[in-house]
């Protein structure tokens, strides 16, 4: 007997939108577009190495045909794809510094802010890469949606998701009820459910950070870290490291096994005094599905990741994101 082929993430959504009988479809329809456009990504980046266009932009491919950079191609195949599906008023992307308009007569009731491509620095290494995107519900009522309709705080999302793509690529969306990850069947085009109702470890003890920077950080927070590498065998320490420097690898694979990810402000480097990671598209968004999934993140000051209200698209964050109590310990320290 053949087996059952499995929920599809179409179906999954729908079968979301049952259990809000007042929703008109909108959100539905939009995720299902958004998911096409990462369908179209996944596509181009399988083939990146055999299409020798890795990093080539304004070059010719073997085809002889015009390439361009991954992270360029997946930006725009997101914005014209995005700008025309009617559910949205304006967008943002890590890869446009103003907002992005839809088009005229195509305006939606939602938001919707993205990385289109992060980790870009490990694309030339065919080391997993990821797309990360947050939805909001426009504040203005109609027309065109401007900056402050993007600029909100993420406890009002209302989906979240990121799209790794590794040795299998892998959906992971919240809309509020918990996380779910769906694997791409490429012989298919389908994104199948794969991981129902995923939940973070509440204790890890694994550690993802980028340790070259820590005469950098604050003293609370090189105290946290340094404590985490200390011999305790009670409590399971040193933790083991785990640094890819994909955000998304890093926060997948902490999400699934358990662990801590941290990105803390750089106190010697104006550039990254307020962290390195952007809130609207990187933050916010992972945070709504660390929550969703069981655990936490917070600033190296000790503040709700979700509680912050964002000044400006490209605001960046220091992040502290992953299994609970490990995020609570952080809390203690950063707030001494
Ligand atoms: P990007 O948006 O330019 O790709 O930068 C973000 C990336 C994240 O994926 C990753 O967590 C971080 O930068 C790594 O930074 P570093 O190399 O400083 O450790
Ligand atoms: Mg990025």
Redesign the pocket.
């Known amino acids: 007997m053949r087996r059952p082929l499995g929920l599809t993430v179409s179906r999954h959504i729908l079968d979301s939108q049952r259990l809000h009988p007042d929703a008109s479809g909108e959100l539905s329809g939009l995720l299902n577009e958004l998911i096409v456009v990462c369908k179209t990504i996944s596509a181009e980046v399988n083939m990146a190495g055999l299409a020798a266009i890795i990093g080539l932009s304004g070059k010719k491919n073997v085809q002889d045909e015009e390439v361009q950079k991954l992270d360029e191609f997946a930006h725009l195949t997101l914005v014209n794809r995005m700008a025309r599906c009617g559910y949205l008023c304006v967008m943002s992307s ?1 890869e446009e510094e103003e907002v992005i308009e839809v088009e005229p007569n195509f305006e939606g009731n939602y938001v919707l802010a993205f ?1 289109p491509l ?4 490990n694309i030339d290494v065919n080391v997993s890469i990821g797309s990360i995107f947050s939805i909001h519900k426009r504040r203005s009522t109609s027309g065109p949606g401007s900056s402050a309709d993007l600029l909100q705080p993420g406890h009002a999302q209302v989906a979240a998701g990121y799209v790794l793509y590794g040795s299998s690529t892998m959906l992971v969306l919240t809309t509020g009820d918990g996380v779910h990850g769906f694997t791409l069947d490429p012989n298919v085009g389908e994104f199948y459910l794969s991981h129902a109702n995923i939940k973070v470890p509440e204790r890890s003890t694994y550690l993802s950070i ?1 340790e070259g ?1 820590k005469q950098s950080w604050l003293p609370q927070v090189q105290a946290f870290f340094e404590m985490l590498t200390q011999q305790d065998e009670e409590k399971q320490r040193p933790y083991s490291s785990r640094y890819i ?4 690898a ?1 926060f997948h694979r902490n999400l699934l096994s358990g662990g801590l990810f941290a ?1 803390p402000r750089n106190t010697k480097d104006p550039e990254l005094f307020q962290g ?2 952007r809130l609207l598209y ?1 933050a916010a968004p992972l945070a709504m599905i660390i929550e969703q999934a069981g655990g936490r993140a917070i600033t190296d000051d000790g503040r709700n990741i979700l509680d912050i209200e964002p000044e400006s698209l490209h605001q960046r964050v220091p992040l502290i994101i992953g299994s609970k109590l490990d995020v609570d310990d952080a809390e203690e320290y950063f707030t001494r």
Do not use: I, P, Q, T
Not at 118 to 121: K, R
């Open positions: 890590e990385d992060d980790g870009s620095s980028n920077n420097g994909s955000l998304v890093d990105y390195k990671l990187e």
